[in-house]
Nanobody, 127 residues
């Protein structure tokens, strides 16, 4: 069982930046591919970015490419989402998720692919 705790959300003006962090409990963090998802009111939860357990393979949804960067620090059991050039349409609750994988390059881009979820952190971008 893995517990995930997100932090770093808040209110920011359009064009600004935020850095989200997600800390995982336990000592098996290296076994997990990690993902960031977001969900706006009345909308389905969508994948934003993902990173493999090894080798730094990453995925980004088209709307955030060039603006967001996902990274991880396995020594600190932490995954990050650096968000730059934020837009009002980025306003959502952002969730961290973990997926246990065998292959070092495996990712997941669907909600159903992930086993563990954090409680979410609100990101609000004002225009």
């Amino acid at each position: 069982q893995v517990q995930l705790v997100e932090s770093g959300g808040g209110l920011v003006q359009a064009g600004g930046s935020l850095r989200l962090s997600c800390v995982a409990s336990g000592n098996t963090f290296r076994s997990y591919a990690m993902g960031w998802f977001r969900q706006a009111p009345g909308k389905e939860r969508e994948s934003v970015a993902a990173i493999s357990r090894n080798f730094g393979v990453t995925y980004y949804t088209d709307s955030v490419k060039g603006r967001f960067t996902i990274s991880r620090d396995n020594a600190k059991n932490t995954v990050f989402l650096q968000m730059n050039s934020l837009k009002p349409e980025d306003t959502s609750v952002y969730y961290c998720a973990a997926r246990e994988v065998r292959l070092g390059t495996s990712l997941g881009t669907s909600v159903s692919a992930y086993d563990y979820w954090g409680q979410g952190t609100q990101v609000t971008v004002s225009s």
